[in-house]
Nanobody
Framework: QVQLVESGGGSVQAGGSLILSCAVS????????MAWFRQAPGQEREGVAA???????THADSVKGRFTIVKDNVRNTLSLQMSSLKPEDTATYYC???????????????????WGQGTQVTVS
């Protein structure tokens, strides 16, 4: 069973930075499609960033220039480097993975089979 475990969430002031990490078990990061999603209370889960390999990346317009998704195929981890955080970035952040995701669905939540338990990010 594929397992994804997020860490690194917390509380930060607006303008600050955080790095989220996702440890991947029983799936090689080298051959997987991975992504970060977030869900604020009362809102739909939305795609934040996705990666295939190490260089093919997609970022949602709302986070472009502020967030960067990074996949480490040696350590089998996925990270989300977040800077210039805003209160509207407050949400539970989830790591997701699958063996195959079409290009046009990389930020679609129903394209991914495996999910972590989430980590809370609060920006005030």
């Amino acid at each position: 069973q594929v397992q994804l475990v997020e860490s690194g969430g917390g509380s930060v002031q607006a303008g600050g930075s955080l790095i989220l990490s996702c440890a991947v078990s029983r799936m090689s990061a080298s051959y997987s499609y991975m992504a970060w999603f977030r869900q604020a209370p009362g809102q739909e889960r939305e795609g934040v960033a996705a990666v295939r390999g190490v260089a093919t990346k997609t970022h949602a317009d709302s986070v472009k220039g502020r967030f960067t998704i990074v996949k480490d195929n040696v350590r089998n981890t996925l990270s989300l480097q977040m800077s210039s955080l805003k209160p509207e970035d407050t949400a539970t952040y989830y790591c997701a993975a699958d063996f195959s995701v079409s290009v046009d669905r990389r930020l679609a939540k129903d394209a991914y089979t495996y999910w972590g338990q989430g980590t809370q990010v609060t920006v005030s």
